[in-house]
């Protein structure tokens, strides 16, 4: 086998990047001043740098790497597939094998009658799709008035003018004109965060009863749909109280409006099961893939129809559709990412295996000084970093220095877990071993010790009044 390194010294690459490269969600002159980190390989859950460094990957990629890395099967089913149709597209009266045989399994997969699938490149087209379809779907049922989609704060959908409005980050509304109209958000279930003294499921009962006081407040004649991520991954993996999604399902099924799960991270074992939505009891219209569906080996997402939204979308022309809607390569890739899956069996081993032990190991670094509450499910995990473990405090300084502190020690450490604010989190590759979980926690564990350190020695160890 080739293997491809780099042909040059990092700091030649790194320069050559900070020249001509632009970064998503980035400074660009500060990453320059410091430098990026340069990945030429990865096998498993392990990645390599351009300076040799063996690096735990906990984040799967961009929570993406389901099968792990490495999979040769994947790259001989593209290069065939490329070799026999490249391209081809879905829009004038044709279509090809991977895509049709890829829709056929996708139906199969996916709980109850979703079995339709629009095909789109990625997460956020998907989404795009999503706000079209709702909403032409009502104006096909005559009802052309409810065109509102209701999200929550701190949700992300992806970043494009639809996705990014979808989302509830506010640091994206800020930047190029975001929201578009009438889409509108309620808070989010986050317990730890928001809950106060309140009980969790008595919480998670109040935040859902938020959806049915915006539907009462915008006219229930005007809602097209409901859209939430089952766990929300980006805005820090929040899993909710147990009390919130039955409700939810209750309210969408009250007022007769669709229900979306972007199912962009937790689908394809994630929480797992197959679905997020399987994990939360929640009976979604349509459902959003893309990143496990291929495992990130190839750019693909898509929009998984019910029966009955697709039974009126077909009696239309939808005028809507991506060059890359279908895409045989992706749709030959995930095809193989899924034969894996279920071959081996994946998705049933994190279920009964390697969850509950990383649940075991996870939960025990709550022991640590630093972390105030550890949650996780499947193999999405998040943990509070805290000044004062008792009152569930905040930290007197930005939010995010202290995460940022600790995500540096994770680098130097080669671990990746993220940061969001100052919550840690992981997503690693779903074929993760006991040893390679073992080797998380001994580094993340490491990484707590000196970022408590730091964050004492910089005085920074001070509560939020
Ligand atoms: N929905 C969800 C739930 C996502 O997590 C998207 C849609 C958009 O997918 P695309 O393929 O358009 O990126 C996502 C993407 C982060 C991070 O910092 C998360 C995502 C993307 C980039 C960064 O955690 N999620």
Request: net charge negative; charged share 20%; proline share 5%.
């Amino acid at each position: 086998m080739t293997i491809i390194t780099n042909h040059m010294p990092t700091a030649e690459l790194q320069a050559l990047d900070a020249a001509h490269h632009m970064h998503p969600f980035t400074n660009g002159n500060q990453l320059a001043a410091k430098g990026t980190r340069i990945i030429t390989r990865a096998q498993g859950v392990m990645l390599t740098d351009s300076k040799g460094n063996e690096i735990l990957d906990g984040m799967g990629g961009l929570w993406c790497v389901n099968i792990g890395y490495g999979r040769s099967e994947l790259a001989e089913v593209a290069a065939r597939q490329m070799r026999e149709l490249p391209f081809y597209n879905t829009f004038f009266q044709t279509s090809h094998v991977p895509v049709i045989a890829l829709s056929a399994k996708l139906a199969e997969l996916a709980p109850g009658d979703l079995n339709h699938v629009f095909y789109a490149g990625s997460g956020s087209e998907a989404n795009d799709t999503n706000i079209r379809m709702v909403r032409t779907y009502w104006a096909q049922m005559g009802e052309p008035a409810r065109n509102i989609i209701i999200s929550r704060r701190n949700a992300y959908h992806g970043s494009s003018m639809g996705s990014g409005s979808l989302g509830g980050m506010s640091g994206m509304h800020a930047q190029g004109g975001l929201p578009i109209p009438d889409i509108h958000h309620i808070d989010q279930p986050h317990w730890y965060a928001e809950g106060g003294d309140m009980d969790p499921e008595a919480f998670g009962l109040a935040r859902a009863r938020q959806l049915e006081e915006k539907i009462e407040e915008l006219g229930p004649h005007r809602v097209a749909a409901f859209i939430g991520e089952p766990v929300q991954g980006a805005g820090g993996v929040i899993i909710p109280p147990d009390s919130y999604w039955p409700e939810i399902q209750r309210i969408c099924d009250k007022y007769g409006i669709l229900l979306i799960a972007d199912e962009v991270i937790c689908g394809f074992g994630r929480t797992g099961n197959w679905f997020g939505s399987q994990t939360m009891g929640i009976r979604p219209d349509i459902m959003t893939v893309a990143k496990g569906l291929s495992s990130g080996y190839a750019p693909i997402g898509g929009s998984i129809v019910s029966d009955r939204v697709a039974e009126v979308m077909n009696d239309c022309e939808f005028n809507h559709g991506y060059t890359y809607s279908g895409h045989p390569v992706s749709c030959a890739v995930a095809l193989e990412n899924l034969r894996i899956l279920q071959e081996e069996k994946i998705v049933e081993r994190v279920a009964q295996e390697t969850a509950p032990y990383l649940k075991r190991k996870w939960e025990s670094l709550c022991e640590h000084p630093l972390v105030g509450e550890t949650r996780i499910v499947g193999m999405m995990g998040s943990l509070a970093l805290t000044p004062h473990k008792a009152s569930r405090a905040k930290f007197a300084s930005e939010p995010g220095t202290a995460g940022y502190i600790c995500r540096e020690r994770c680098f130097a450490n080669n671990l990746v877990m993220r940061h969001v604010g100052d919550r840690m989190i992981i997503s690693p590759p779903l074929v993760i071993s006991k040893s390679e979980i073992d080797l998380l926690i001994e580094r993340a564990w490491m990484s707590l010790d000196q970022a408590e350190k730091q964050i004492r020695d910089e005085g920074l160890m001070k509560a939020a009044m």
